[in-house]
């Protein structure tokens, strides 16, 4: 817009020295008419003047309001990406560094995590260093399934007792009603001792030594990103000995 007011204030002073000289040039009557130009002049003069002032606050008002939006937005972001001290709260203080390290999220389902790239290189590191001196003991990684028959809970009633309330079952598989309620596996001890016992038919097979990464699921009430949600990573060890 500056540049087309600059020409409209030009071309009003190039027409203003105009009538000036053909009011010289012409005498009264001239006069006369020179000065009706020169009101009509003056009076485009002041209108463009104010068009002028009027876009200048336009644009002061816009400025503003958009100065005022970026401060609401960085007062909401240093809100959000505040963390509180571990004396002030200690379990928010817990939830913000997880947050504003980027470790996890939550997950779609109530009590699942999303465990984030850097916080899954956490448990890589772990990982690596425990395979690595378990390996040194001559322990073997392994793998058995996460569906458990219910009935093998149900041989070991310390089992039942312990786990029942957080047990997730799966009651259909294929669209038909399964004969027996599988497991999501909570822990692997009952389906590890079912295979031991067809591994071992004599002391010549023993030591046993297994390990196993792998995930458990826990329906817990109440949970706490890596510290119980309702599922999580796992590591656990079996052993069937040679000696007591």
């Not at 937005?73 to 004396?87: D, F, L, M, V, Y």
């Not at 039942?160 to 598989?173: D, K, R």
Request: charged share 25%.
């Amino acid at each position: 817009m500056k540049p087309t007011l600059a020409l409209n204030r030009h071309n009003t002073h190039c027409a203003m020295r105009a009538a000036s000289r053909a009011l010289r040039r012409s005498g009264s009557h001239a006069s006369c008419m020179g000065g009706s130009r020169r009101t009509r002049f003056v009076t485009f003069a002041a209108a463009a003047e104010s068009q002028e002032k009027q876009q200048k606050q336009q644009r002061q008002q816009k400025q503003q309001k958009q100065q005022q939006n970026q401060k609401g937005g960085t007062n909401k972001q240093q809100k959000s990406s505040a963390i509180c001290t571990r004396e002030e709260d200690f379990s928010r203080w817990y939830l913000d560094i997880v947050r504003e390290a980027q470790l996890a999220d939550y997950g779609p389902v109530r009590g699942t995590m999303v465990i984030r790239p850097s916080g899954y290189a956490l448990w890589e590191s772990i990982q690596r260093h425990l395979d690595g001196e378990f390996k040194k003991m001559g322990v073997e990684n392994a793998y058995f399934p996460q569906l458990i028959p219910m009935s093998f809970l149900t041989k070991e009633a310390e089992h039942v007792e312990g786990f029942a309330p957080e047990l997730a079952l799966v009651t259909q598989g294929g669209g038909k009603e399964l004969e027996e309620p599988l497991v999501v596996r909570p822990t692997s001890e009952t389906v590890v001792n079912h295979m031991f016992s067809q591994w071992v038919q004599s002391y010549r097979d023993l030591p046993l030594m297994i390990n196993q990464w792998c995930n458990v699921h826990r329906w817990e009430m109440r949970t706490r990103p890596f510290i119980r949600t309702l599922e999580f990573l796992w590591q656990g060890g079996d052993t069937a000995d040679a000696t007591a």
